[in-house]
């Protein structure tokens, strides 16, 4: 139950990311904004 929930939670953050990643991708095409958000 609590592996579950905590996968739950990985796959929704992991998809924040992506989400993030692709929106600073576009304003900062040099990366270091997904550089900045790796760290």
Do not use: C
């Not at 692709?22 to 304003?27: I, N």
């Amino acid at each position: 139950m609590i592996k579950q929930s905590s996968d739950k939670i990985n796959k929704l953050t992991f998809l924040e990311q992506k989400k993030a990643i692709k929106r600073y991708s576009k304003e900062d095409k040099n990366g270091v904004a997904v550089i900045e958000l790796t760290k």
